[in-house]
Nanobody
Framework: QVQLVESGGGLVQAGGSLRLSCVGS????????ILWYRQGQGEREWVATI???????NVDESVRGRFTVSRDNANSVVYLQMNDLKPEDTAMYYC????????WGPGTQVTVSS
């Protein structure tokens, strides 16, 4: 049974930083790519992806240079480091596993005040 749980969201001023965590349970988390998405007022949009090993990653151009994704497979955690946050980054952030099924966490809210 795969379960994903995000944490680390909160209220931060513009220019601040947050680090989100996605903790995965089950045997497949550490052998799966993990994706981050966010949903503000509009549709859910892709933010970042990291490979199963963590050797490869990619982020959307809208956050490139500010957000980085990493993982610690020994502890079954994927991180999303968010720096220089902007009000438009305000959203619910979700992690997703698309291998061995399609699984989403419940999300963590990020609110950036101006």
């Amino acid at each position: 049974q795969v379960q994903l749980v995000e944490s680390g969201g909160g209220l931060v001023q513009a220019g601040g930083s947050l680090r989100l965590s996605c903790v995965g349970s089950g045997d497949t988390f550490t052998s799966s790519p993990i994706l981050w998405y966010r949903q503000g007022q509009g549709e859910r949009e892709w933010v970042a992806t990291i490979s199963d090993s963590g050797d490869n990653s990619n982020v959307d151009e809208s956050v490139r240079g500010r957000f980085t994704v990493s993982r610690d497979n020994a502890n079954s955690v994927v991180y999303l480091q968010m720096n220089d946050l902007k009000p438009e980054d305000t959203a619910m952030y979700y992690c997703r596993q698309i291998s061995y099924g399609d699984y989403w966490g419940p999300g963590t809210q990020v609110t950036v005040s101006s």
